[in-house]
């Protein structure tokens, strides 16, 4: 199973920095999850929460941008970019323009990068604006709860993964979800039986605060492998 730092490190640091980042690459970490909203003018800013109206007051935060937090990342980590992009939001962006930007940066980092980025959104039709603009990125929906229904659709929608809120998660879900050819990355655990639990349960990955933890919990000591990082490689539906 992944350990996807949230946030980065998110405990040991503060959470969305590079700062973050880099520490949950060197506890080991096989990825980390970040949040990026757009403001507007035009920039890629690391957030989880809404922004300030004001460019004045955004500036003042000193948050990071997008590329600074890839730098952060390295060559060794996948990167889950979760676009924040939702209707109630201040800036919320009904015609999805920040997805272009967002997938013109990933590109940019070189087509032997593209397996470590997986984009995923609360927003479905976001989601469904990063397939159509770059289908060769892999995509996944996050929820906090979804009806076993719906996992056939988002398998033929061509998204890679479901990103369930974890106490929704149950073995019948996982099986369900690889049946369909999906991967489930759950968010947020940092118990370490219920670590274990959710391994047992052939879950894929799993965010958590603290990826030194949940590395120990798991009997780890370090990232799954020594070779490129991509996403496929470590989805139990793709075995």
Avoid: Y
Avoid at 139 to 158: C, K, M, P, Q
Avoid at 215 to 238: I, N, T
């Amino acid at each position: 199973m992944l350990v996807l730092g949230h946030r980065g490190a998110s405990v040991a640091a503060p959470e969305n920095t590079p700062e973050a980042f880099r520490l949950a690459d060197e506890m080991g970490a096989d990825g980390i999850e970040l949040d990026v909203r757009r403001v507007a003018d035009g920039r890629l800013l690391i957030a989880h929460d809404p922004l300030p109206d004001t460019l004045h007051e955004v500036d003042s935060l000193e948050l990071a941008t997008l590329a600074e937090a890839l730098d952060a990342c390295g060559d060794r980590m996948l990167v889950n970019v979760e676009i924040k992009n939702w209707p109630t939001d201040a800036g919320f962006d009904p015609t999805m323009a920040m997805v272009q930007p967002v997938v013109e940066l990933l590109r940019g980092r070189g087509v032997a990068a593209v397996s470590r980025w997986l984009i995923s959104s609360f927003s479905w039709d976001t989601l469904e604006a990063c397939r159509a603009a770059a289908p060769e990125i892999a995509t996944a929906w996050l929820v906090s709860s979804i009806s076993v229904d719906r996992i056939e659709s988002i398998a033929d929608a061509g998204h890679a993964a479901v990103h369930p809120w974890e106490p929704s998660v149950t073995p019948e879900f996982v099986e369900r979800c690889h049946a369909a050819g999906l991967a489930v990355n759950t968010w947020t655990c940092n118990d370490a039986a219920r670590l274990v639990e959710l391994a047992d349960n052939g879950v894929d990955g799993v965010c958590t605060d603290v990826p030194d933890e949940a590395l120990a919990a798991l009997g780890r000591g370090g990232r799954a492998a020594a070779v490129s990082p991509s996403w496929a490689q470590w989805s139990s539906a793709a075995h």
